[in-house]
């Protein structure tokens, strides 16, 4: 499976939050896998980082470099049809990073992993969660 790591989940299982599915723990632990992420997300964890809303140590910047190493995942490129096409999602709310995100995983035909409900009631979306 080729799945895109939602940034709530990406953060929570690197940070060893046990609240996650244990299909999606195998499915992030399943080395047929290919594990996909947004620069969004990592974006957003430095925000959340910088802002103590999560704690990321030693700093957010060099937990962030940490975790891309320690979990093997492939960054997705943003690209100018990506932007568009977030422009054009039926999204419940209008966040723009899960925008980018969703559109992410759309526009590269990944199933979005996410325990985000305003995602995965959205019918016309692949997710696991």
């Known amino acids: 499976m080729k799945i895109l790591l939602d940034t709530g ?24 896998n290919q594990l996909y992420l947004s620069p969004i997300s990592i974006w957003e964890a430095l925000l959340l980082g910088e802002k103590k809303r999560i704690i ?11 975790s891309l190493e320690e979990l093997d995942v492939i960054e997705v ?6 932007a568009i096409l977030s422009r054009k999602l039926d999204l419940i709310h209008q966040d723009p990073a899960d925008s980018f995100i969703v559109a992410t995983s759309v526009y590269y035909k ?5 325990v985000d409900e305003n995602l995965t009631k959205a ?3 692949q997710t696991l969660s």
């Open 77 to 82: 490129p943003l690209t100018s049809e990506i």
């Open 110 to 114: 990944l199933i979005l992993a996410t």
């Open 56 to 66: 990321l140590e030693p700093t957010p910047e060099k937990w962030v470099r940490d």
């Open 123 to 125: 019918s016309w979306l």
């Open 9 to 32: 989940l990406w953060l929570c299982y690197l940070l060893g939050n046990s609240l996650l599915s244990e299909t999606l723990t195998k499915a992030i632990q399943d080395e047929t």
